[in-house]
């Protein structure tokens, strides 16, 4: 799930499965730091992200747990 915000992009991942998972996405459009946002303690760390081709996408590699969710944040 994405929602845009007016200086952010928000993604909501969630892994429903019963098996963790790795897996790299491409984050169209958005900004050029990514960080992993932590709705119930607040904190926030960065996130590795790459810019490839073409421009204004970033990639970042995830991994769950399972049924683990994940707030990412670009800007």
């Given at each position: 799930?994405?929602r845009?915000l ?7 991942f969630?892994n ?12 169209m459009?958005?900004g050029?730091?990514?960080e992993v946002w932590d ?5 926030v760390?960065p996130l ?7 421009k ?20």
């Open positions: 799930m994405r845009q007016k200086d952010a992009s928000v993604f909501f969630f429903e499965s019963d098996r963790a998972f790795a897996h790299s996405a491409t984050l459009g958005v050029k730091k990514a709705p119930q303690t607040g904190t760390q590795h992200a790459i810019h490839p081709k073409p204004g996408s970033l990639k970042i590699d995830l991994s769950l747990k399972p049924y683990e969710t994940e707030v990412v944040v670009v800007r």
